[in-house]
């Protein structure tokens, strides 16, 4: 600990780091542009001008940047000295010269971090009354705007995006006062993560294209704590709500999660909350055999076909991995457990319950997204992860940089040193070793890279094992490179002091999913500790939908169709699921028929529901409050935004026998059901919390127009809708300081209307939040090597079966997963439909670049271009999964492919020939 005097008074604070962080820890005011916590310091703004003194006798002192000055024992500074308030001022004056004074129209107006520092540094008038330099601004792209000419020429956005991001297509061009921030020509923004700019830029250069289009001043929105739907990694997001429609998708700090950032299919793929199309009133089929589906107003009837359905002996329930765990435990409550699916097919439940039991062995650790960050060596077994979990990828290049930051404590340097850092490090970087279907975006950053079929990935995972421990099972026949390649992963896996490996379930092998797990207990063995093993799992509930029921003990799809052909089923329900994604559509169809009755609940409108006799419109994670388990084992709770409309409502009230009172009393229940699920409850306060006597407010106290936004309806302002299912209220009353961070809406402070007030709610900078983290970890065991056993099921080797080749998953963050495809920002990045084939394969049946290729699978006709990747294996043909209608029943036999003569490239096609990951950038 150092002591440190600020303005007369005395601090204790840890060593090591800048006044700037140091003085924000402390709940000091001090504005600043250029820094920023997971960037370091450059000192390129010079805003956070302080006055140091050398000691007691020193009246004079000089001005120092806080941001490069280290906060060494005795320093001695001041913050209100006059000529560093005036220094501040005079900064702030000279950033304005040349930026617009348009606040009443900017759109990051009453949410800007130029603002909030311009009224802290005292500056209210402008004297310079010269012409202003103009640019001209980009196009970006569907997720971003630019407004060039609000620029302070701060860094922060190429600094993110070039060094954290690792984009490469946004620089800094020009110089001077010209120095220009952008592309080096009109284009889309190719790194998943540019969303990032719009919290990263501290004025309104990049703002979010989505909610340009959709606008309301940021005081006006209501918001809750929320999670990301669209992967398992369960990143903590704030939502913003007006109108009765979802705005914007914010960042919601969390420090074991997500940190500071989100990817853009997170930020950008909620318009499947808005989408027009969405069941908003129960649909019941027509009665005269025209199979037509009609609107009725009678939630009665509804409730009463739920009721009736439920109580055959001849009907099954199938949940979904996207529904939240209440819901899936409700349906399970209420048809009981012989009669329930998780919604799962044969494959992926046999790999979400391998992927468990591995989190159960005793000898694995779980790491947090935070703790992979802090890893010195990282093997990725399988994973694609830039495209099934990309805020991994975030901190897989953290993790990667780290290394520089390793060698400057051994110069002396402070880590927070930002050019320092990188000029001493250079281009040496901690070891990456990646086993993966193919090149990724990561291929740039890693030491090994290989790309192989799935079941060869499992062996080279198993042959590791064995080369780390003898007493791992084997494997036989690896060729000499295969052997030189696990000689040299070995080699830097036994020098780590902190190795980390990463899997998960893309490929859908178990195999894999085991490998991992025996490395994983290699290295345990060696550190004498648990080895953290991070499993990507594919949806934002897949884990809860496994941890539900004893492994074994719920029947998967295929056995639910099985017994519709039978017909032993002749009643089906559905919730949140389309099975469309999941079965082969021919056989699917064809059992869907034969059912008496099928109901479906859902916040979509699916090809399933198109197929249902009653759809009852379901609340989406804006409307309703659930608790999803991530992929790293840890509840999380997300509550309602705005209330639901219309017929609208949580899915497990339409199962609601009176069973439960309210959500809290289901989740009670839930937790009690399983050992695994026990503390849930824990994972946000209870409906009850009162702070203090009432509810916490969803609407910011600027809240305006509650009167207003109703007037063409009643001119009176009515009564806020009640919400006893949460310690949230529909409402601006109520005290929203020293939350907990499970209920924090949005991030505020006195002075900082900003997403910087984050510090003022944090342990110290990029620490905990006060109160800790949210959520809680349900699969936290004891070590113990000794009950440890090994995986044994080594696969055979890849090798070619005739003409037909293998066929094998391919994942883009956009337009692989279902709800955020709805989204149309979304929809603008997705590539055109597809399939990956090794130039080999392709001259063997005569398919040219050029040429599209027929063939069928999972029931379904494809008709497709063709892209010649030579980075596949040899004999495999790559499907990206939901492009095209390609789903995991497409997988299941090899394809015979054959040239289609007739094929045109659909109209707008880019060149679907140039393998791009969907990043476009290397990480």
């Given at each position: 600990m150092a002591k440190i005097i600020v303005d007369g008074k005395q601090y204790q604070v840890p060593d090591g780091n800048n006044l700037l962080h140091t003085c924000l820890s402390l709940g000091l005011n001090l504005p600043y542009f250029c820094w920023h916590p997971c960037l370091g310091s450059v000192g390129a703004c010079r805003q956070c001008a302080v006055k140091q003194y050398q000691n007691d006798g020193d009246e004079r002192g000089r001005i120092v940047m806080a941001c490069m000055t280290p906060a060494a024992d005795g320093t001695r500074i001041s913050l209100e000295?006059?000529?560093?308030?005036?220094f501040r001022a005079g900064i702030i004056e000279l950033l304005m010269t040349n930026h617009p004074h348009d606040c009443p129209v900017c759109e990051e107006g009453g949410e800007c971090h130029l603002q909030d520092m311009t009224e802290m540094s005292g500056h209210t008038f402008r004297s310079y009354a010269q012409t202003k330099r103009t640019h001209r601004n980009q196009y970006l792209g569907p997720f971003i705007n630019h407004e060039m000419n609000r620029c302070i020429a701060c860094y922060r956005c190429v600094r993110y995006y070039q060094d954290y991001a690792g984009g490469d297509d946004l620089q800094m061009l020009g110089a001077h006062h010209h120095v220009y921030f952008g592309r080096h020509c009109d284009g889309t923004l190719e790194s998943p993560f540019s969303g990032n700019l719009v919290e990263v830029c501290p004025t309104g250069v990049f703002t979010d294209k989505t909610f340009s289009q959709d606008y309301t001043r940021k005081w006006d929105l209501q918001s809750a704590p929320s999670v990301c739907q669209h992967c398992a990694l369960g990143c903590n997001t704030s939502p913003g709500e007006r109108y009765g429609r979802l705005k914007r998708i914010v960042n919601r700090y969390h420090s074991d999660i997500n940190g500071y950032f989100l990817c853009d299919r997170g930020r950008f793929g909620y318009g499947f909350v808005n989408a027009e199309q969405r069941p908003r009133q129960v649909v019941q089929r027509a009665g005269d055999n025209s199979g037509q589906q009609a609107q009725i107003a009678a939630q009665s009837a509804a409730t009463e076909a739920v009721s009736t359905l439920l109580q055959q002996s001849d009907a099954m329930a199938i949940g979904s991995p996207r529904a939240s765990l209440e819901n899936n435990f409700a349906l399970l409550h209420s048809i009981g457990p012989q009669r329930f699916c998780p919604g799962l097919s044969d494959a992926e439940q046999t790999l979400l319950e391998t992927a468990a039991a591995i989190y159960r062995q005793p000898d694995i650790g779980i790491p947090s997204p935070a703790d992979i960050?802090?890893?010195?060596?990282?093997?990725?077994?399988g994973e694609d992860i830039i495209n099934t979990a990309p805020v991994l990828a975030l901190k897989v290049r953290q993790a990667v940089r780290n290394l520089a930051k390793a060698l400057a404590g051994g110069a002396g340097i402070p880590d927070w040193q930002d050019a320092a850092v990188q000029e001493l490090a250079q281009q040496r970087r901690n070891p990456l070793i990646q086993l993966t279907f193919g090149a990724t975006a990561l291929d740039p950053i890693a030491a090994v890279n290989g790309s192989r079929a799935p079941e060869d990935i499992a062996r080279l995972?198993?042959?590791i094992a064995h080369g780390l421990d003898s007493e791992a099972p084997p494997v036989s026949d690896l060729t000499?490179?295969?052997s030189e390649l696990v000689a040299q992963i070995c080699a830097l896996l036994k020098a780590a002091q902190r190795p980390l490996i990463i899997s998960g379930s893309s490929l859908l092998s178990a195999a894999v999913l085991q490998a991992a797990a025996n490395i994983a207990k290699a290295l345990s063995r060696k550190l004498d500790a648990p080895c953290p093993l991070h499993q990507c799992l594919p949806e934002c509930n897949s884990l809860g939908a496994v941890l539900l029921q004893e492994p074994g003990s719920s029947p998967p799809l295929e056995r639910v169709l099985e017994g519709i052909e039978s017909g032993a089923v002749r009643r089906l329900l559905v919730m949140e699921n389309d099975l469309y994604r999941r079965l082969d559509s021919e056989r699917l169809e064809r059992a869907l028929d034969k059912l008496e009755q099928l109901l479906v609940i859902d916040h979509q409108w699916t090809p399933t529901a198109a197929k249902a006799d009653w759809v009852l419109p379901a609340a989406s994670f804006a409307e309703a409050e659930g608790t999803l388990i991530n992929s790293e084992g840890r509840a999380q709770r997300f509550f309602a935004v705005f209330p639901a409309s219309a017929d609208i409502r949580p899915a497990w009230q339409w199962l609601d026998s009176?069973?439960?009172?309210?959500?809290?009393?289901?989740?009670?229940a839930c937790a009690a059901s399983r050992a695994p699920l026990a503390t849930i409850v824990e994972a946000a306060p209870p409906a009850a919390f009162r702070r203090p006597g009432q509810q916490v407010p969803r609407m910011p106290h600027r809240y305006s127009g509650r009167t207003a936004i109703r007037a063409n309806i009643q001119v009176s302002e009515p009564r806020q809708t009640p919400d006893p299912m949460s310690a949230l209220g529909f409402t601006m009353e109520g005290d929203a300081t020293g939350l907990p961070p499970a209920l924090r809406p949005a991030s505020w402070a006195p002075g900082w209307n900003s997403n910087q007030s984050i510090h003022k709610f944090q342990q110290e900078i990029n620490g905990p939040l006060v109160g800790g983290p949210s959520g809680v970890r349900l699969l936290d065991d004891q070590f113990n090597v000794a009950e440890a056993t090994w995986f044994s099921a080594v696969p055979a080797a890849f090798q070619l079966s005739g003409p037909a080749l293998q066929p094998v998953p391919l994942y883009h963050i956009f337009g692989s997963e279902e709800l955020s495809q709805l989204a149309a920002p979304i929809r603008a990045r997705q590539?055109?439909?597809?399939?990956?084939?090794?130039?080999?394969?392709?001259?063997?049946?005569?398919i040219g670049a050029a040429d599209g290729v027929n063939f069928r699978a999972g029931g379904r006709e494809f008709c497709v271009a063709v892209r010649l990747r030579a980075d596949i294996p040899a004999g495999t043909v790559g499907l990206p999964m939901g492009l095209g209608g390609i789903c995991a029943a497409t997988l299941s036999q090899p394809l015979a492919l054959s040239r289609a003569f007739d094929w045109q490239p659909p109209l707008g096609a880019g060149n679907a020939n140039v393998f791009a990951s969907d990043s476009g950038a290397a990480l």
């Open positions: 000295d006059p000529q560093a308030k005036d960050e802090r890893a010195d060596t990282i093997i990725i077994l995972g198993f042959a000499a490179a295969d009176g069973a439960w009172d309210n959500i809290d009393a289901l989740t009670r590539a055109d439909d597809y399939i990956a084939l090794h130039p080999d394969d392709a001259a063997a049946l005569q």
